[in-house]
């Protein structure tokens, strides 16, 4: 797997996935035995079902057999959505986490665990929950200060809990 396939593997895929309104997020190429895995992972800000990952699968599938870019060797191809714990890289990563907690951990200091309450242009507004009953608080991080973040999975969130809790109640 070369740099030079990678790139050129994005520029075929770059304009199939904006057609539809998403971000080519990572074309991966590994070995699988005999064959290639060439993995493909899309998003969008409201996020990308099974639906949209298939119609794209076809696509990709075609452009790639018109194409000379996989070469004669077989691949399996996978058109997928982004895991819930990827890296967050990009400006649009944190956008779409809004409401999410997040583990960061900055090029200087301490790794932060928080929810990410804004983000603009410039790097993203974090509330940090308080320990041993003390209130959170609020932290700013601009994205030169961050040296990686993902997303942490939160199976049961207390406040969604609460909410819904508020919501039953107050139906008559």
Known sequence: ???TQIDRLRELL?????E???????????????RRVLRVAVDTDGGVGLDACAELSREVSAALDASDVMGAAPYVL?????GAER????PRHYRRSVGRLIRVQPHEG??????????DEAGLDLEV????GRRATARRMEFAEVARARVEVEFSRQDRERAVAGDESTEG
């Open 110 to 119: 301490a790794e932060v665990v928080a929810r990410i309450t804004a983000v």
């Open 78 to 82: 996978e058109v997928t959505s982004p």
């Open 1 to 3: 797997m070369s740099t």
């Open 87 to 90: 890296p967050l890289t990009e």
């Open 14 to 18: 770059e304009p199939l996935a904006a």
């Open 20 to 34: 539809r309104g998403m971000d080519l997020e990572e074309v991966r190429l590994t070995p699988a035995g005999r």
């Open 129 to 132: 929950p308080g320990e041993k």
